[in-house]
């Protein structure tokens, strides 16, 4: 059995809707023996998160904490227009970013355009990941998708939040399987 060394999509309380600060969940990875925590304050168009100007302080956070290397991201927002939610300046500080399609600053524009928005935007070289692909409310042609990971060398996740949410988010064992296949 593998064992899980890191977590690279948290939220920290600047993102609005999580509860711990940074060097709480440094503390909790800590405790789980992960070596990599990723801090991914999701960018703007999520209502009560960070703004922007956070992005250009994140040198004074440091390095590593309790023993865990931490690494500064962000969960940016795919747009309606297949372009992202942080301008370049701030996503430059960036060790990496992950895209997503928020239903709170995103409308559906159908499985063709929706997948076709996220494959442009994985097309960034910070883009390493694609955070829960799988809910229907905003659906995906996934043997694209799969195939514009495979060409940006973009991790498409499993979001155990998701499968604990499967009333809120449509589909997403069927989703997850069909992209796994």
Known sequence: MRKIIAD??????????AYGT????????????????GLTEHAP?????????????LEVVPRELY??????????????????????????RLDYAIVGI???CYQDAGKEQNT??????MKHPK????????????????ERL?????????????????LVKKDRRLNCYENYRTMLE
Not at 8 to 17: L, Q
Not at 67 to 91: A, K, P, Y
Not at 127 to 142: A, G
Not at 146 to 162: F, P, Q, R
């Open 67 to 92: 023993g865990v290397s931490i690494l500064h991201g962000c969960e940016i927002n795919v747009l309606n227009d297949g372009t992202l939610s942080l301008e370049e300046r701030f996503i430059k």
């Open 8 to 17: 690279i999509h948290t939220h920290t309380i600047a993102s609005g809707h």
């Open 146 to 162: 799969v195939k514009g990971a495979l060409d940006t060398d973009t991790a498409l996740e499993i979001n155990c939040s998701s």
């Open 127 to 142: 883009v390493k990941l694609v955070s829960h692909p799988e809910d229907d409310h905003i659906p995906f042609d996934y």
């Open 116 to 121: 076709e928005h996220v494959i442009s935007c």
């Open 102 to 104: 928020h239903s709170l």
């Open 22 to 37: 940074i060097r709480e969940m440094a503390q909790a990875a800590a405790l789980k023996k992960l070596k990599i925590l």
């Open 45 to 57: 168009g999520i209502p009560g998160t960070t703004d922007p100007f956070y992005y250009m302080n």
